[in-house]
């Protein structure tokens, strides 16, 4: 199956400090990228879906100001998880698929941590 | 919007005996039913799927099983093994790939040894 990778992989920041995790696929071009926030013994709830060159799609309860996505190109997204506070530490884990995959390939997931 | 539901949360089997873990979905626009296989902090992994034109979809000890009537769809694992341990999750979305997938809320399947 096709590779997305996830970066960083694990990270810790101050309380209301901002932290941007990577999303990137390696070997095909991600027209959509989806971000999903997972806490623990939950299930993976969409926070969003972006389109390559237009502005993410935000479910509702999701604040856009606070959880900035970019998808700038077909390889990249990132998600900016500004001001953070100790309710924003959960795993974040992106997915993304392609024109000609209709199945989402994940990435390995970012465990964030507020302190 | 869509809504899955996913039963049981826990699933204890005995190694060797048969798993079923039951979904049901709102939404009959739905046509694409994947299932994910999600160990303790890693990244789900896709185990088998199975779209709205078939009943039935068997890959060795795995098998899905869909009444778009009815809206359920359900998983089979036979003859378990203890790495079949893990947390397993349906999901229900359109066939498309800039469809968004919503997950059923998880089943945590144990094996026995």
């Known amino acids: 199956g096709a590779v997305v990778s996830q970066h960083p992989s694990r990270v810790i920041c101050k309380s209301g400090t901002s932290v941007k995790i990577e999303c990137r696929s390696l070997?095909?071009?991600?027209?959509?990228m989806f971000w999903y926030r997972q806490f623990p013994k939950q299930s993976l709830m969409l926070m969003a879906t972006s389109n390559e060159g237009s502005k993410a799609t935000y479910e509702q309860g999701v604040e856009k100001d606070k959880f900035l996505i970019n998808h700038a190109s077909l390889t990249l997204s990132t998600l900016t998880v500004t001001s953070a506070h100790p309710e924003d530490s959960s795993f974040y884990i992106c997915?993304?698929?392609?024109?000609?995959?209709?199945?989402?390939?994940f990435g390995q997931g970012t465990r964030l941590t507020v302190v | 919007g869509e809504n899955v539901e996913q039963h049981p949360s826990t699933l204890s089997v005995q190694e060797g005996d048969s798993a079923v873990i039951k979904c049901t979905y709102s939404d009959s626009a739905s046509n694409y039913f994947p299932w994910y296989k999600q160990e303790l902090g890693k990244r789900p992994q896709l185990i088998i799927d199975?779209?709205?034109?078939?009943g039935e979809k068997k890959d060795q000890r795995i098998a899905v099983t869909l009444n778009k009537t009815a809206k359920h769809f359900s998983l089979h694992i036979t003859e378990t093994q203890p790495e079949d341990s893990a947390v397993y999750f349906c999901?229900?979305?359109?066939?498309?790939?800039?469809?968004?997938?919503?997950f059923g809320s998880g089943t945590r399947l144990s094996i026995r040894p």
């Open positions: 199975i779209r709205s034109n078939v």
């Open positions: 997915s993304a698929s392609g024109r000609k995959n209709t199945e989402a390939f």
């Open positions: 070997d095909f071009q991600a027209t959509t």
């Open positions: 999901a229900a979305t359109w066939y498309s790939s800039a469809s968004k997938i919503i």
